[in-house]
T-cell receptor, first 112, second 116 residues
Framework: NAGVTQTPKFRVLKTGQSMTLLCAQD?????MYWYRQDPGMGLRLIHY???????AKGEVPDGYNVSRLKKQNFLLGLESAAPSQTSVYFC???????????FGDGTRLSIL | AQKITQTQPGMFVQEKEAVTLDCTYD???????LFWYKQPSSGEMIFLIY??????QNATEGRYSLNFQKARKSANLVISASQLGDSAMYFC?????????????FGSGTRLQVQP
């Protein structure tokens, strides 16, 4: 019973490099979300999706892009990584917007 | 203005005692939901309990209960009979009904330490 799976779990990038974080869920959830968590803070929403083929901006979308080509996958892209994007990234999914969100284990990303 | 305020950065409680973690929220929506999540040191986010704005009864899930006071805009988490495994960060979060965002706004969290 995988739930929400994030890959990779850890990554170190150099400033200016690009990368994609993958989130996969096997619960047939419509809604998917990407958050970032910085030290001593709660989670902040980057982007979210309310269904296959849809995406929308959250609270801190700058510097990130997302895609939801398949219902089970939600990709987060960094086109040109910056040190300010060093953070722990969490993906989550929910059956409906009023349902609990199920989280992945997080991706720890460091940008040097 | 902060949407979710958790005023206790850290709390200590003795094992087997009850503890209340505070959460106040700010919204003009009539329909909203309040969630509590636990984040152990291992980092994962674990859903604990949910309260809808129209729910008349306080939510309960095992040792967790939510003390919902709508007029005061507070949604405090009560953990009864604390266990050592309850030591973790606890986050209060809110989903607002008509914003279109359909995502959660999180508070800054409370670190709970259960002492033997």
């Amino acid at each position: 019973n995988a739930g929400v799976t994030q890959t990779p779990k850890f990554r170190v990038l150099k400033t200016g490099q690009s990368m994609t974080l993958l989130c996969a869920q096997d619960m047939n959830h419509e809604y998917m979300y990407w958050y970032r968590q910085d030290p001593g803070m709660g989670l902040r929403l980057i982007h979210y999706s309310v269904g296959e083929g849809t995406t929308a901006k959250g609270e801190v979308p700058d510097g990130y892009n997302v895609s939801r080509l398949k219902k089970q996958n939600f990709l987060l892209g960094l086109e040109s990584a910056a040190p300010s994007q060093t953070s722990v990234y969490f993906c989550a999914s929910s059956l409906g917007f009023n349902q609990p969100q199920h989280f992945g284990d997080g991706t720890r990303l460091s940008i040097l | 203005a902060q949407k979710i305020t958790q005023t206790q950065p850290g709390m200590f409680v003795q094992e087997k005692e009850a503890v209340t973690l505070d959460c106040t929220y700010d919204t003009s929506d009539q329909s909203y939901g309040l969630f509590w999540y636990k984040q152990p040191s291992s980092g994962e986010m674990i859903f604990l309990i949910y309260q809808g704005s129209y729910d008349e009864q306080n939510a309960t899930e095992g040792r967790y209960s939510l003390n919902f006071q709508k007029a005061r805009k507070s949604a405090n988490l009560v953990i009864s009979a604390s266990q050592l495994g309850d030591s973790a960060m606890y986050f209060c979060a809110m989903r607002e009904g008509d914003t279109g965002r359909r995502a959660l706004t999180f508070g800054s969290g409370t670190r709970l330490q259960v002492q033997p």
